[in-house]
């Protein structure tokens, strides 16, 4: 099996910023894409961003482009999120996602991913 481990979380102030990371251990071959997701209270868990293993293609939901980065380091089996002036509506449970098994139209959707991290919680004050 894989399992995903994230770290970084934290509560801050509009404005600042916070650095994400989730590293993968188990048989982490073959990975095709990894990604962000987060979840408010009484919200859907909502994609934030996500980038190809092989290609380094990256996709960012429209709210966070120009303000969130996201990076991996394949040696490492480690996905990063380098998120940037944050706003208090940024405020969610963020869970990190690999997708082993190749599918169609479902980068942005958690149906397309195989395991997930146990999540971090990210609190932005004003």
């Known amino acids: 099996h894989v399992q995903l481990v994230e770290s970084g979380g934290g509560l801050v102030q509009a404005g600042d910023s916070l650095r994400l990371s989730c590293t993968a251990s188990?048989?982490?071959?073959?990975?095709?894409?990894m990604g962000w997701f987060r979840q408010a209270p009484g919200q859907e868990r909502d994609f934030v961003a996500a980038?190809?293993?092989?290609?380094?293609?990256?996709y960012y939901v429209d709210s966070v482009k120009g303000r969130f980065t996201i990076s991996g380091d394949n040696a490492k089996n480690t996905v990063y999120l380098q998120m940037n002036s944050l706003k208090t509506e940024d405020t969610a449970v963020y869970y990190c996602?690999?997708?082993?098994?190749?599918?169609?139209?479902?980068?942005?959707?958690?149906?397309?991913?195989?395991?997930w991290g146990q999540g971090t919680q990210v609190t932005v004050s004003a």
């Open positions: 188990g048989r982490t071959f073959n990975t095709y894409f």
């Open positions: 996602a690999a997708s082993y098994i190749p599918r169609m139209g479902a980068i942005k959707y958690p149906r397309g991913y195989d395991y």
């Open positions: 980038i190809s293993w092989s290609g380094g293609t990256t």
